[in-house]
């Protein structure tokens, strides 16, 4: 048996909040819209994880998501412009990531980060 894909589920009452945030800022396809459930994502190969954390690293809360993009910066001037909270950073850390902490319209947590 192999794990092929994890896909976090976030409950939604207004799920067309996440076109926003999820597809127009961060530029993820819609993969799957049945009405009640939309999936977004990328035809790109990515890596299944899933963490387990007692904090989110330099005294911060744990996020709900992580989320590694290729540039932080231009992220974070995409989200300022759209009017998302900006909850932490963005910082280099010294585990050697850059990043920042942003709500998502359903009030997650989300770290947005890149591998310095």
Known sequence: M???RIVPNIDARNISAAKSFYQDVLGLDLL???GWIVTYGSSDEMSIQI???SE???QTPTPDLSI???NVDICYDRMKS????IEYG???EPWGVRRFFVRDPFG????????T
């Open 51 to 53: 963490s387990f954390a």
């Open 82 to 85: 759209a009017g998302f909270s």
């Open 32 to 34: 799957m819209d049945h």
């Open 90 to 92: 963005p910082t280099d």
């Open 68 to 70: 590694e993009v290729d």
């Open 108 to 115: 997650k947590l989300v770290n947005i980060l890149a591998h």
């Open 56 to 58: 989110g690293g330099s």
């Open 2 to 4: 192999k794990v092929k």
